[in-house]
């Protein structure tokens, strides 16, 4: 025979702590992302010519690109003028929702560290606050980074984690 003795009340000791859980992945990037790439656009795939440069940007529909987020890049190994960037930019821009230079990586964290930097940090005024760890999607240390950067001046405590089981990152004194 076994005896087991039940408590009259269960205490959820989590949600007494006080602790509010920041999730990053609700600021991960929601937008469709585009890669431009300017290899088709050179001559032999290899070098800019001025002219046959600027004749390819008019010739492309860029209403393609309507409200969606361009990353300009080039997948070969050439030199491209800095000046060719800007040409992508004025063509591209009354269409675009955002532009980059880099590939979808490099648009995915600008766009995500604008999110982080929107983020009214007031609301965590002397607080404890879980920056949750785990998730589906992959969040990079830039993000961590970003936000423990904001967080500092206006939290009580930092962890990282979740809210049963975390790693203490800053507390303030």
Do not use: H
Not at 30 to 36: Q, R
Not at 114 to 142: H, P, Q, W, Y
């Amino acid at each position: 025979m076994y005896l087991c003795i039940v408590a009259d009340e269960i205490i959820n000791k989590v949600a007494q702590s006080g602790l509010q859980t920041l999730d990053l992945e609700d600021y991960y990037p929601k937008d469709e992302i585009l890669v431009f790439d300017l290899k088709p656009l050179l001559f032999m795939e290899m070098i800019l010519k001025e002219k046959e440069f600027r004749a390819a940007l008019q010739a492309i529909d860029w209403t393609q690109y309507r409200d969606k987020v361009l990353a300009i890049t080039c997948s070969v190994d050439t030199i491209i003028p800095l000046w060719a960037y800007m040409l992508v930019a004025v063509n591209a821009e009354p269409y675009v929702k955002a532009l980059f230079l880099g590939d979808r990586q490099t648009a995915i964290q600008e766009l995500f560290l604008a999110n982080l930097r929107a983020i009214d940090i007031t609301e965590f005024a002397d607080k404890r606050i879980v920056v949750k760890g785990c998730g589906d999607l992959s969040v990079g240390g830039f993000a961590y980074l970003e936000i423990a950067r904001r967080l500092r001046p206006v939290a009580k405590s930092i962890l990282y984690g979740e809210a049963c089981s975390n790693v203490p990152i800053f507390k303030k004194k």
